[in-house]
């Protein structure tokens, strides 16, 4: 069973940047897609972002507004979510996700293994 383990989250100001990075364990990290998902309290999980298995293709929600960017490193397990021009409204726990089945998945049921999530907060 795979494991993510997300980190890089923290208190930010708005308008600040932070770099949240996520490792996967095993050994088939670049056959699938990653993503990234968030939930902020009282809400819902939501999209944010998603990378294809070898990394050329991205998806973004529309609230992304080109302030993040997703990317991989395959070599080393990594996927990473760059944040710029945070919001308060950003504030949330962000969750590493993986698709075995996929290639570019948006919705929750589509991914099959979580990370356990990093706190984001911003304030303003």
């Known amino acids: 069973q795979v494991q993510l383990g997300e980190s890089g989250g923290g208190l930010v100001q708005a308008g600040g940047s932070l770099r949240l990075s996520c490792v996967a364990s095993g050994s088939t990290f670049s056959d699938y897609a990653m993503g990234w998902f968030r939930q902020a309290p009282g809400k819902e999980r939501e999209f944010v972002a998603t990378i294809s298995a070898k990394g050329p293709t991205t998806r973004y929600a529309d609230f992304v507004q080109d302030r993040f960017t997703i990317s991989r490193d395959n070599a080393k397990n990594t996927v990473f979510l760059q944040m710029n021009r945070l919001r308060p409204e950003d504030t949330a726990v962000y969750y590493c996700?993986?698709?075995?089945?996929?290639?570019?998945?948006?919705?929750?049921?589509?991914?099959?293994?979580w990370g356990q999530g990093t706190q984001v907060t911003v304030s303003s």
């Open positions: 996700v993986r698709s075995t089945r996929f290639v570019l998945p948006t919705t929750p049921a589509q991914y099959n293994n």
